[in-house]
């Protein structure tokens, strides 16, 4: 498959089901949006946090995909548990699946709002203009000492991050790197363990003020545990 379908999230406001592995029933949900890495999911329940959980999703009669996923956040939106997802395990003929029924399936939204549509037995859900996250993973400030060491010109430097999520964080150094440049970092958690390590390359980059630059780094790879020892050590988590 070509790698900009990968990038693509597509808009379903969909109606389907979900059963976790070891359930006996399955719940009915709403996709908000999917890609092949993740979606947004309007659930009557609350999905366990901190766990790989394998699950199969019906996106219709005739299309069901398992994968396994990790609850990367959990928003309550009015009687709902708003959650993002992101795929660990799935396979390429459902990532297929995927991209055949959003093909086929894919509404024109106009300007209804996703939460009037949602109905589990109760009456429809109506209340202020709020539009959900579109982020697979929350983004939490975080302060923690890290060192980066430049794979380029092997120039290693210290700083503090100013905000973490799964697959990327946002950095405060002295100095301006430039956009790809492939890191090195390890984040220094205050608990005495171990500092997170890490791989990622630069987003970003802009001035905040004299000698200092707040940088974006995208992460290779999301560390799911790491994030979560990490997030469990910062005082303030916040959205942003």
């Known amino acids: 498959m070509h790698e900009r379908r990968n990038l693509t999230r597509w808009q379903l406001v969909h109606k389907a089901r979900l059963k976790q592995e070891g359930a006996q029933v399955w719940v009915d949900c709403y996709i908000i949006d999917i890609n092949f890495k993740g ?44 959650h993002g997802l992101y795929f660990t395990k799935i396979k390429d003929e459902d990532k297929e699946k995927i991209y055949q029924f959003t093909r086929t399936h894919v509404p024109q939204q106009a300007n209804q709002k996703w939460w009037q549509r949602l109905n589990f037995g109760v009456e429809s859900i109506s209340g202020p203009n709020k539009e959900p996250d579109k982020r697979i993973f929350r983004r939490f400030e975080a302060v923690f000492p890290v060192r980066i060491l430049d794979e380029i010109d092997s120039r290693e430097g210290r700083g503090r991050t100013a905000d973490i999520s799964a697959k990327g964080v946002g950095i405060m150094i002295g100095v301006q790197l430039k956009v790809r440049t492939p890191l090195e970092l390890w ?15 630069v987003a ?18 999301a560390d799911l545990l790491g994030l979560s020892r990490l997030l469990r050590q ?5 959205i942003t």
């Open 204 to 221: 970003w980059s802009m001035p905040t003020g004299v000698n200092e630059y707040r940088t974006g780094v995208n992460l290779e790879k």
């Open 187 to 201: 984040i220094e958690p205050p608990d005495e363990m171990d500092p997170l390590y890490t791989r990622g390359e």
């Open 234 to 238: 910062a005082k303030k988590p916040n």
């Open 39 to 82: 979606m947004q999911v309007a659930l009557p329940i609350g999905l366990q946090r901190d766990v790989f959980i394998r699950m199969q999703i019906a996106l219709s009669e005739d299309c069901t995909v398992e994968l396994e996923a990790w609850a990367a956040w959990r928003k309550a939106v009015y009687n709902l548990n708003l």
